[in-house]
């Protein structure tokens, strides 16, 4: 059985294939699939924004299609940037523009608790639907450190592995990302089908 990634992120690629890869026979990009197909995010949720870029993509497809969507979450911005991550700072992607916007947010704060949110969805051919979500724990540092990960990863602090997502290896924050609970998640629903 085929399945397409309702996104051309390479991280999430290769993050996917290693988690899903013995579910599935061929787990392809929407570039690998020919796809060029552009989802307005216009839901209120993260399990909102998933389920329409993968039921968009299995249209297109006829395929399986599998989507996530996912954002850092902060406790002191009530739960901002949240949908809102990757276009935060008003350009889509800009990853410098959006943590320099953090930081001023949260200037003079002391609260930083927040955490990382995933709604995995996974939508057939057949029309049915299976969702999941992870979430991974921290808090915002006061400064960016760690060369790995992309997004946010500088600034999330993991105080349990007193490091930031990006001071751990590729290896290391797949097994405890949100993506990754996520996904566990979604795999141990459709082994229970």
């Not at 410098?96 to 995933?118: I, M, Q, S, T, W």
């Not at 979500?133 to 921290?138: I, N, V």
């Not at 105080?159 to 997502?165: A, I, L, S, V």
Request: proline share 3%; charged share 30%; net charge negative.
């Amino acid at each position: 059985m085929k399945l397409i990634l309702a996104s051309n992120n390479a991280h999430k690629l290769v993050e996917i294939r290693a988690i899903l890869g013995s579910e599935f026979d061929e787990i392809l990009s929407m570039k690998e699939a020919g796809i060029v197909h552009e989802t307005v995010e216009d839901g209120s949720t993260f399990l909102e924004n998933a389920e329409k870029k993968a039921r968009e993509i299995m249209e297109i497809s006829g395929c399986c299609a599998l989507a996530d969507d996912s954002g850092l979450c902060v406790e002191a911005l009530g739960g901002a940037p949240g949908i809102y991550s990757a276009r935060y700072a008003g350009e889509h992607g800009d990853d410098k523009a959006n943590n320099r916007k953090l930081l001023r947010e949260l200037e003079g704060v002391d609260d930083r608790r927040a955490h990382f949110a995933c709604a995995m969805v996974l939508v057939r051919p057949d029309g049915s639907v299976v969702r999941a979500e992870g979430r991974m724990d921290g808090v915002i540092a006061f400064e960016e450190s760690g060369e790995n990960g992309f997004g946010y990863d500088p600034l999330f602090y993991l105080p349990e592995r007193g490091c930031t997502n990006a001071q751990l290896s590729p290896e290391e924050k797949n097994a405890i990302s949100h993506r990754a609970k996520a996904l566990h998640a979604l795999v141990k629903k459709l082994r229970e089908e």
